[in-house]
């Protein structure tokens, strides 16, 4: 069964550096070098969410080629490069709630190819969630996944001991006798535990 993750609350920088489209893109560059941040979220004068710059966009047609390491001479006048972020930056943004999971974050991260995206309550930005966040929820180490995994399932049960619960690269094992529909409940809170990736249940059926 595939794990639940940490929410974005969990994971996410509260205190994130923003700009206007009308920030200088040379103070965006100095802001993102300041906070070793690679996105910005763009935030209109009611500090809503209106946009996000990369690293990449600050980056685009502001790195000439040095003449000197090309033998062929491309002297066609070039444009200046853009002064403000609302040239630069895309207005289409892939925003999540607090209560995201962080396998969420992830697929969108994938699927869209991006580096962070912002958390937001409504259209206020509360937090931003990296893809480094997201790794960092990977690196839990497997004897404290165990730990909290058998202190969860002590507790439901109400008993010690009455599981065994093994882990090893996030993949929690959960050994012992489940009655009815209870291995699904098992699973769920183990999942709920951060920095478990997936889990298995190996049973007997008790009477």
């Not at 969990?10 to 802001?31: F, K």
């Amino acid at each position: 069964m595939k794990g639940a993750a940490m929410r974005a609350a969990e994971i996410m920088t509260r205190d994130v550096a923003t700009v206007r489209p009308d920030t200088a893109v040379r103070h965006a560059i100095e802001l993102m070098a300041e906070h070793s941040c690679t996105s910005l979220p763009v935030l209109d004068d009611d500090d809503r969410v209106v946009g996000i710059v990369s690293e990449v966009d600050l980056l685009r047609d502001r790195m000439p080629h040095d003449p000197r390491s090309h033998l062929r001479r491309d002297d066609s006048p070039q444009d200046d490069p853009a002064r403000l972020v609302r040239d630069v930056m895309r207005d289409t943004v892939v925003c999540m709630p607090a209560t995201a999971d962080s396998a969420d974050l992830a697929e969108v991260m994938l699927t869209n190819n991006i580096r962070a995206v912002p958390i937001v309550d409504g259209a206020m930005l509360v937090g931003i969630v990296s893809r480094r966040d997201v790794l960092r929820t990977l690196l839990r180490d497997d004897k404290a996944i165990a730990t909290e995994v058998a202190r969860r399932l002590e507790d439901y049960a109400g008993t010690p001991h009455r599981w065994d619960v093994q882990v090893q690269d996030g993949i929690v094992g959960i050994y012992g006798s489940f009655s009815s529909d209870e291995s699904h409940i098992v699973e769920v809170l183990a999942h709920a535990v951060p920095g478990v990736v997936r889990v298995h249940c190996h049973h007997r059926w008790a009477p």
